[in-house]
């Protein structure tokens, strides 16, 4: 089984765009395997100004293909009416416009995590905290040091490994903080991963002017963080789950 993930949209409708596009094209399959599954891992709302394009492109993935979402932190303010920074006029006026729009819909009974195969899939952190906002899923954030912080609760890679083999488990796929990274639970401790990026050969007439990939096995406990899918340089991933590719279009 393949599956491709991809995180913190933020109402960029060109970058979906590119996105779709990619993963439609046979040189994709050819070079990465099928793509059973589609993988949303939250923020689709916020800080951009096409929420409803990208609401559309979003039900039109879900026609195509096997969609699992899971919710992010500013969906989650969105629908509850919860102020978060980073959104200008435009964006604030086009997300009020939505308001009552049919196509919020997909957040119908969104969960905050997924797991399959291993693997646990959550926008920010796995950790278990109670109900304070920034203390949910959705909100938690990798870093260093843990602690509370007026961004959301800090979570260190000690702690998500020790989550993660309690519950069975031996990966973490996130998004949230809209940079890709890889850490890896060795023998002799944990060590971020380098993501050596290569360009992809891309065949004529393609969608997309250059993709290119970063592998990591997935013979070891990992963290895997996935970058924004937004922007000049959308990221994504693709696994297999015996392997994954971190992407990004350039």
């Not at 293909?65 to 303010?77: C, E, Q, T």
């Not at 920034?134 to 990798?142: A, C, G, H």
């Not at 809209?178 to 993501?195: A, K």
């Not at 990992?222 to 392997?243: H, K, M, N, Q």
């Amino acid at each position: 089984m393949g599956a491709v993930i991809f995180s913190d949209v933020h109402a960029d409708a060109g970058a979906i765009a590119a996105f779709r596009s990619c993963i439609r094209e046979p040189i994709f399959t050819e070079q990465f395997g099928p793509v059973d599954l589609i993988v949303n891992l939250g923020d689709l709302l916020h800080r951009g100004d096409h929420p409803e394009e990208v609401l559309k492109a979003v039900h039109a993935i879900s026609r195509e293909y096997k969609l699992v979402s899971v919710m992010g932190n500013h969906d989650h303010a969105f629908l509850n009416g919860l102020p978060v920074s980073g959104s200008d006029a435009a964006s604030l006026y086009r997300h009020e416009r939505l308001k009552g729009s049919p196509y919020l819909s997909i957040f119908d009974g969104m969960p905050m995590e997924w797991t399959t195969d291993e693997i646990l899939f959550v926008h920010g952190g796995p950790m278990e905290l109670g109900n304070s906002t920034l203390r949910l899923k959705f909100w938690q954030r990798l870093s260093r040091r843990s602690g509370d912080t007026f961004a959301g609760y800090n979570y260190t890679p000690a702690m998500a490994f020790s989550v993660l083999k309690e519950r069975g488990l031996k990966h973490l796929c996130c998004g949230h903080q809209h940079t890709s990274l890889c850490c890896r639970n060795q023998p002799n401790g944990i060590r971020n991963y380098c993501l050596d990026y290569i360009p992809v050969p891309c065949s004529i007439g393609s969608g997309f002017s250059q993709l290119e990939s970063a592998l990591v096995s997935l013979d070891i406990p990992a963290i895997l963080r996935v970058g924004a899918c937004s922007g000049r340089s959308p990221e994504f991933a693709y696994t297999d789950f015996t392997t994954f590719w971190f992407l990004r279009i350039s």
